[in-house]
């Protein structure tokens, strides 16, 4: 009972200024950090539409021109073989990351919450003190004052013009700055743009000032799918209840609070350092309690590390929640292991979709061509010749005009005449044109009594003033007669 009570008195004890400031010297709260992140994040969100090179963008998907940018190459939409690639990369993205670092992802970068940092926080709190403290995120303002009902009036019009940035600048990834404003000057002709604008702009406002961190919880997928990425290895806030003590009893979902004061707590466990402020739990944006254990809810922002670092720093101790994985924290195995087979796994693959897509986009080719047969198989000319006809869709994906021509290849290079075109032509940048192409053999290609005989023809078409670099193989066929239809 001596120990219980002496510990009780530590905890009442209230430390030296100088200690707590001394214990905390040079500490930079993750909050901070946070801030540094999402203001980078931002202005990488901002500019990145802007940036150009060579006249294309850094990234972009129009669909308005059929094109995706990628690091300033122009890519046709008939060479979109790219984006499987871009959607491996953005998955795999996320579940390494998760795997590492629980969900940094959704505390760290995720529009939602830098969203509801900026509302909340910013806005609200430090802007218009309707929030009277950024560390209490758990009481709602008083909105029977009219002081207060005009202050969310005044919060709602501000971030509504915030709202309509966001949007813009999601769909400049969509319909590039250049083209989004000339298309606002005529709204009358794009009213699918000024819907998509304003309809994206209206859901900004609603989630974020009605829905809140609601979405996190209720309809954001990840939150369910991270419980299948996560292992004892993944860093996460972690509650140490060695040092801390048992605040809950019971396992997963059925873990009920057993102590909500520090002398009952200590009365059981006198060697807990808990103080049962509940600083963790007023400091959470999605209304958990750390210290009941990971839950789904937990978005990995690390505010609760904070306020534990606050309170525990000033009685001269480490904070109590800590930003690392079960091993080391609950099941106390050593320190955690970040080079884990699986984290080894999802980062090889990583390392390989970026090599192959860096690999197919330095490939790009600066003409696109399409050939297909007809729907009349061949003609018989009377001299006993043989025409097929085909149609090629050639594409200009190069930033100049060139002018084009094909050639046949291998065995039958010296066996089919070309017909028609007779001569090189003119395509603009970007242009698309189809042409009517007619190849003719005098030569006996096939001897079949029975059936027509398809021959492999493989065709080269290529730039006339550039036939070095620009140039493509396509393989097509030749449907050569059967033999009692040659001697009519």
Not at 177 to 182: A, I, L
Request: glycine share 4%; charged share 25%.
């Amino acid at each position: 009972m001596e120990a219980v009570a002496q510990n009780v008195e530590d905890v009442k004890k209230k430390p030296k200024k100088n200690q707590a400031k001394e214990y905390l010297k040079g500490w930079v709260p993750y909050r901070i950090k946070r801030y540094w992140v999402y203001a980078a994040v931002t202005i990488i969100a901002l500019v990145t539409p802007w940036i150009t090179i060579n006249g294309n963008h850094l990234f972009l998907l129009s669909f308005d021109h059929k094109k995706l940018h990628l690091a300033g190459v122009a890519f046709d939409m008939q060479e979109l073989y790219l984006m499987p690639f871009l959607l491996m990369l953005l998955f795999l993205g996320i579940f390494a990351v998760t795997a590492v670092g629980g969900r940094a992802w959704c505390g760290w970068a995720c529009p939602q919450t830098v969203f509801r940092v900026i509302y909340r926080d910013f806005i609200e709190t430090k802007l218009l003190g309707l929030r009277k403290r950024i560390k209490n995120k758990q009481k709602d303002p008083d909105m029977s004052k009219p002081e207060n009902q005009i202050k969310k009036v005044v919060a709602i019009l501000i971030w509504s013009v915030l709202a309509f940035i966001a949007a813009a600048d999601f769909l400049w990834y969509f319909v590039p700055p250049e083209d989004f404003f000339k298309y606002l000057q005529h709204p009358a002709d794009h009213t699918m743009l000024i819907g998509m604008l304003v309809g994206i702009a209206l859901f900004i406002i609603v989630d974020v000032v009605f829905i809140k961190e609601n979405f996190c919880v209720y309809i954001c997928p990840y939150s369910r799918v991270q419980s299948v990425l996560y292992d004892d290895d993944t860093i996460m806030a972690i509650y140490d209840p060695h040092r801390g003590g048992d605040i809950y009893e019971g396992h997963g979902n059925d873990r009920h609070k057993k102590y909500s004061k520090t002398k009952d707590l200590l009365a059981d466990e006198p060697y807990a350092e808990c103080t049962t402020c509940e600083s963790c739990v007023t400091v959470c944006p999605t209304h958990i309690d750390i210290r009941k254990g990971l839950q789904l809810e937990c978005i990995n922002c690390l505010e609760c590390v904070d306020a534990c670092t606050t309170v525990m720093g000033a009685l001269g101790k480490p904070s109590l929640v800590r930003w690392s994985s079960e091993n080391e924290v609950i099941y106390q195995k050593g320190k955690t292991n970040y080079f884990r087979p699986k984290v080894i796994a999802y980062f090889t693959v990583l390392v390989l979709v970026l090599i192959a897509l860096f690999t197919m986009g330095s490939k790009k080719e600066h003409m696109l061509l399409n050939v297909n047969k007809t729907t009349r198989l061949y003609k018989i000319l009377k001299n006993g010749e043989v025409e097929n006809d085909y149609v090629f869709l050639f594409a200009n994906t190069d930033s100049k005009p060139h002018k084009y021509y094909f050639e046949i290849m291998g065995d039958l290079k010296n066996k089919l005449q070309i017909i028609r075109p007779k001569a090189p032509f003119r395509l603009a940048a970007e242009q698309k044109r189809k042409k009517v192409v007619v190849l003719r053999t005098k030569y006996k290609l096939a001897d079949n009594a029975r059936k027509d005989v398809p021959i492999p023809v493989t065709i080269r078409a290529f730039a006339a003033d550039d036939k070095k670099n620009i140039s493509v193989i396509r393989h097509t066929v030749f449907v050569y007669p059967r033999a009692d239809l040659l001697k009519k």
